[in-house]
Nanobody
Framework: QVRLVESGGGLVQPGGSLRLSCAAS????????LGWYRQAPGKQRELVAS???????NYADDVKGRFTVARDNAKNTVSLQMTSLKPEDTAVYYC???????????????WGQGTHVTVSS
């Protein structure tokens, strides 16, 4: 069974930085896309950033230039380096993986359990 486990959330002051990490566990042969979504209270879940297996990245407009997504294909991990954080970045951040080929099953999509990020003074 494949699982996504996130770490790195917490409380940070405006203008600060935080790094989120996500690791996919299990016997995995390939993952097409890894990324991060977030959901603020009362709002829909939205894409923050993603990266495909060939390194193509995609960012939400409001995080471009502040956040950097990176993946390690050998370790099946993805990180999100967040800088110049703003109060409006406060949300639960979810790791996402698409088209995960494991030893026994092809998963269309998987989600992590979520990690809280609070930007406040």
């Amino acid at each position: 069974q494949v699982r996504l486990v996130e770490s790195g959330g917490g409380l940070v002051q405006p203008g600060g930085s935080l790094r989120l990490s996500c690791a996919a566990s299990g016997t995995i042969f390939s993952i097409y896309a890894l990324g991060w979504y977030r959901q603020a209270p009362g709002k829909q879940r939205e894409l923050v950033a993603s990266v495909t297996s060939d390194g193509t990245t995609n960012y939400a407009d409001d995080v471009k230039g502040r956040f950097t997504v990176a993946r390690d294909n050998a370790k099946n991990t993805v990180s999100l380096q967040m800088t110049s954080l703003k109060p409006e970045d406060t949300a639960v951040y979810y790791c996402n993986a698409e088209n995960i080929q494991s030893a026994y099953y092809l998963y269309t999509e998987l989600w992590g359990q979520g990690t809280h990020v609070t930007v406040s003074s």
